[in-house]
């Protein structure tokens, strides 16, 4: 087994949900003694950080920024990167095999691809995307989570680097006037039955590819800060990337989320709502960019977003 592999199951040993330091730390979405509210009390280390994601994008206060160029990425278009689909009790994982990437973007170096899964609120119509965008939320969110390269999969190393992650983040809204579409995400929602429990796993039959899982985003639109994981121990290590255009699902795709998955066995509740709330931030400055031309005629509008920390 290889070192990204490995430093996968490491990261599936660690974390039963997203991607947290710690397994001991008993959080939960919708228990107001666990919930998100909670998260700072139970997990003080770093949930009450002051680089805290999610966070609401405000597109005006978003500034063009020339150095945040076109990403590279690396077997997006392989159908058999993705291996297992896994009902954590918290989310819904697909875990990568190696091999995936993501470079440029003005990320430090190349990401290797571990694992991505969703946050969903409750069907198409409660909205349960983590980022939001001038106070909108959007059905869903897909994340990608990648490591830093040159840490070899070492997730205890990528905790302690203020840049060892980077997670990509994509909204899901509805395709109007459509069912059962896009194929991949028909394929892919069609394994939901086979994990409604926790702790459900299966392996993915090679047929669909991240790029088809991402089809119809413009990936050189994009807003770009520096956070934290969204669950529990929140360390404050991701380089976030929010696209811009959302990938657009049917409805009845999107409604199966929170009509198939429970929380724990059968007669648990169903998982919804599984979400962060929008963090604050304590002060937002905008920088002046020269740039922003340059940035528009090449076609890029790649918004940073710079959290003044006072
Ligand atoms: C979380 O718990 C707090 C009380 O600690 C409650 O006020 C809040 O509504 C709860 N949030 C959710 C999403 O259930
Ligand atoms: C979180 O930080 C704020 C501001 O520093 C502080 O008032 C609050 O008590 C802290 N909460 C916890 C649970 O540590
Ligand atoms: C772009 O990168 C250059 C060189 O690293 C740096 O000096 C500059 O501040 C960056 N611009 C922005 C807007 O971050
Ligand atoms: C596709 O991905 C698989 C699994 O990561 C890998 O073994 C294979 O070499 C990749 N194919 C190409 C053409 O890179
Ligand atoms: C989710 O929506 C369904 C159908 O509208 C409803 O019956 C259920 O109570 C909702 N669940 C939550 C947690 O709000
Ligand atoms: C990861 O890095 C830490 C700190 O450098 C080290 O103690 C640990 O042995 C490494 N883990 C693996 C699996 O290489
Ligand atoms: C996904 O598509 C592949 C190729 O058509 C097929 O073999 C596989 O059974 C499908 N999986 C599901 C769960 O629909
Ligand atoms: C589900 O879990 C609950 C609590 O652990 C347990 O009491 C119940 O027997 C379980 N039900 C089934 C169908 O496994
Ligand atoms: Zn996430």
Redesign the pocket.
Known sequence: MNSLAAAALVLCALVPSVLSASNTIAWC??D??C????WPVISPRFCNGSKQSPINIVTADATADANLTAFTFTNYDNVSVMDEIKNTGKTVRVSFRSGSSVSGGNLPEAYDGLQFHLHWGNGSSVPGSEHTVNGKRYPMELHIVNIKSSLNGNITQALADPTGLAALGFFIEVMPDATAQPESWKNLTNYLTSISNKDEAVSLVPAFSLDDLLHGVDRTKYYRYYGSLTTPTCDEVIIWTVFKEPIKVSKDLIDLFSTTLRISNSSSPLMT?VYR?VQPTLAVTTQASSASKTCYSLGLLAMSIFLARH
């Open positions: 979405y919708h107001p003694s919930n998100d509210t909670n709502n709330n």
